[in-house]
């Protein structure tokens, strides 16, 4: 295990500029991702249908913001029931549909199920304030991402060399997160503490959230990211300009596999085979101990017209078919260090991560 730098010593707020959520009171903006870089518009969510509707359609993304939206839909949620409902566990019985629904808006993020399941503990211990607790326990779940994050951000950092190069797979950032970002938090810490000298980020098709997202988002600090294609990603490491790759995490296992963007996983044996470390980061709640290997990991299939159409129109023949996994599963024996806010893990198997689970 690692301590972490001083946090309070880096310039947090110089890097910390996007919120992709926001709470008004009555409503859940949510920046619409699809739209970046060229528009930043907030879509307003007034119920939880339109939350689960807005996950599933990738206006928000990433696994903490999805976590933190659907703690938000759950009040939205509440505010629809009748002021009769005065009992938390009537509430409760009436609110689970609508938590249903936001549950199976994304199936591989583990953050989704572990947001609503601190919803769900609220209601079972709340008393005739139960909307209120719902809406503390929403914002103390956004308020504990960001600081966790920015631990995360300190604690990656302190791994990397002074100018280190490194290289990032989709998009981990605020965009991601309620802010300052998992993977990318390293990175803006490693480049805020001198460590990072160089950054490059792939264009992670067919989304394209590294050229639309994680570039825009580090132009806006004044980070100049470099852009690769995906499939150029092995011939960067021989070029010994990168040390490390990193990335963030949508499930990490009990043995310590991990779930994230599809392309992460070839990305990892090429780093094996370059001796480009791999460190992957993402908050305690993307641990999921009841999952003993990526083998127990369902993951998400999009619809292929995805991969058979850009900006609408068709670029393939009639005729073609296409396949659309979202994740892909990176096995432990090719990451070196699981960062989390409680720690770094190096090495991660079954044994370390049960140490580190019970720690």
Not at 239 to 263: E, F, M, P, Y
Request: charged share 20%; with cysteine.
């Amino acid at each position: 295990m690692h301590t972490a730098p001083d946090a309070t010593a880096l310039d947090f707020d110089r890097y910390d500029r996007v919120r992709p959520l926001r709470w008004t009171g009555q409503a859940l903006e949510l920046l619409d991702q699809r739209r970046l870089p060229f528009a930043v518009d907030y879509l307003a969510c007034t119920d939880s249908d339109a939350v689960a509707a807005a996950i599933r359609d990738l206006i928000v993304r990433g696994a903490p913001a999805i976590g933190i939206a659907a703690a938000w839909g759950v009040v939205l949620a509440a505010r629809a029931l009748p002021a009769s409902v005065t009992q938390a566990a009537e509430a409760a019985s009436r609110l689970e549909p609508a938590l249903q629904r936001l549950d199976a808006a994304r199936p591989t993020a583990v953050n989704l199920r572990w947001a609503l399941a601190r919803m769900r503990r609220v209601l079972a211990t709340a008393g005739a304030d139960w909307r209120a607790a719902l809406e503390r326990e929403a914002e103390a779940i956004a308020r504990e991402d960001l600081a966790a994050n920015r631990r995360m951000g300190a604690l990656g950092a302190a791994l990397i060399a002074p100018g280190s190069g490194v290289l990032t797979h989709c998009n981990t950032g605020s965009l991601a997160t309620a802010g300052f970002g998992t993977a990318l938090g390293v990175i803006r810490a490693g480049v805020a503490a001198g460590r990072i000298a160089r950054v490059f980020a792939t264009e992670t098709r067919p989304w394209n959230q590294g050229a639309r997202l994680t570039a825009w988002e580090l132009a806006q600090d004044g980070i100049a990211p470099t852009l690769i294609a995906d499939s150029a990603g092995a011939h960067l490491m021989r070029s010994g300009r990168v040390q490390w790759l990193v990335v963030g995490a949508d499930r990490i296992c009990a043995n310590g596999d991990t779930a994230n963007k599809i392309g992460t996983y070839p990305l990892a044996i090429a780093a094996r085979h370059h001796g480009v470390k791999v460190m992957v980061v993402a908050p305690s709640s993307t641990v999921d101990m009841a999952t003993a290997s990526g083998d127990g990991i369902e993951i998400e299939e999009r619809d292929p017209g995805e991969l058979l159409r850009f900006r609408g129109e068709r670029v393939v023949a009639d005729g073609v078919q296409a396949w659309n996994p979202v994740f892909d599963v990176t096995p432990h024996a090719l990451i070196d260090a699981i960062v989390t806010e409680r720690g770094v893990l190096e090495r991660p198997d079954a044994a370390r991560m049960q140490a580190f689970a019970a720690g």
